[in-house]
């Protein structure tokens, strides 16, 4: 299933001629939100030209408006991988008002985490001291915290259940060469997941295409990564806003997930940093994966700002040391996405103050030894991803 999109604000539908690609037809992402553009195009057409057909019959009248078209979230490493050097940390929202712990529910399209009005849902991912993924755990095992404040868990389950994922990939001219290795992996990623996820593509430079709205088809999915015209500059930080807000505005599966890869430092987004950062941290934001290629764009100086965007979701960002290691790390991340704990608490505080709240959670279990839990480090109460 694919839905045809633009976005809002700055976004507008365009023909982008790519170096090898001309006259094809993309959807441009922006500091904001995606939306619905397809039929647009055929409203104009029909306002243009119908008037003049239909003016014989019609003099004298006033014709109905056309209904415009619908709008369309304790530290850790994964698994070791060769020549990677992860950056781990603490997903978590602010639930809506539905009944409290049952499992997901499949009605063949929606998956939903029952939840409790001003629940919080995290969803995290435990280690042990080797390193290793712990996926056997009960719920007895986690105790949430909240700026310190131990809080009851209402809800669990750890089930493999389909996420929503965007794909974004730096489409500068740096990464001409490297493309064809990064589409390889990130296609790899996509076969070793659940078949039922629902997954985005978007290229960005100094602006941002989605190539592909959410969709199963792998087909589909492999033609938007070859959408490529490798130039301009990168406007990182635009990219990642408008796709956490693209995922947010599809509620169809409660585990959103941001795949960002990228060979250099943001020269030309018009969100900062600190804003981005606040975009991910709103109610129901994504966990975000990074892929930072170092190399003569990207120093090992320039790591901080992927390191924060993916640490205060519960991600990781990964520094390969050779082109070669990003499959091992596309296949880590497929495997780390499906082997979540969700679990659910109702705060004890009650305040509807927008001030942020820390989150940590612990995990303790017979037969394991230092556990660490990897999942979102806080967030803002009430405030959402727009």
Known sequence: MSHGSEVKNTMKTTNRVD??????????ASCT???????????????????????????????????????????????????????????????????????????????????????????????????????????????????????????????????????????SGSMREKRDKVNQAVLNLIRASNPRDETFVVNFSQDSYLDQDFTSDVSLLQQALQKVSTKG??????????????????????????????????????????????????????TLYAIGLLGDELKPSDNGALKSLAEVTGGVAFFPKSLDAVDDIARTVARDIHSQYTLAYKPTNHSHTAKYRVIEVRAQARGYHNLSVRTRTGYYPGEAVH
């Open 233 to 286: 500059s990168t406007a990182l930080y635009d990219a990642i806003v408008a796709s956490a807000v693209h995922l947010k505005n599809d509620n169809r599966v409660e585990r959103r997930i941001l795949l960002v890869i990228t060979d250099g430092r943001d020269n030309a987004s018009q969100q900062t940093l600190a804003e981005a950062m606040r975009h991910l941290q709103g109610e129901n934001g994504p």
């Open 33 to 171: 939100a995606f939306q619905q553009r397809s039929s647009m195009m055929l409203m104009l057409i029909v306002m243009c030209f119908f008037p003049a057909l239909a003016a014989p019959s019609a003099e004298g009248q006033t014709p109905s408006p056309v209904p415009a078209p619908p709008a369309s979230t304790s530290t850790a490493q994964p698994s070791t991988t060769p020549d990677v050097a992860p950056a781990p940390q603490t997903s978590g929202t602010t639930a809506e008002e539905q009944p409290v712990g049952q499992p997901p529910v499949d009605d063949g399209t929606v998956f939903v985490f029952k939840k409790q009005v001003q629940e919080v849902v995290l969803h995290a991912i435990v280690v042990d001291d080797q390193r290793r993924l712990v996926t056997n755990l009960d719920r007895p095992a986690f105790t949430a915290f909240e700026d310190g404040v131990p809080q009851a868990t209402t809800a669990f389950h750890r089930d493999d259940v389909p996420v929503a994922l965007g794909i974004v990939i730096d489409n």
């Open 19 to 28: 170096d090898d690609k001309p006259n094809q037809k993309h959807f441009p």
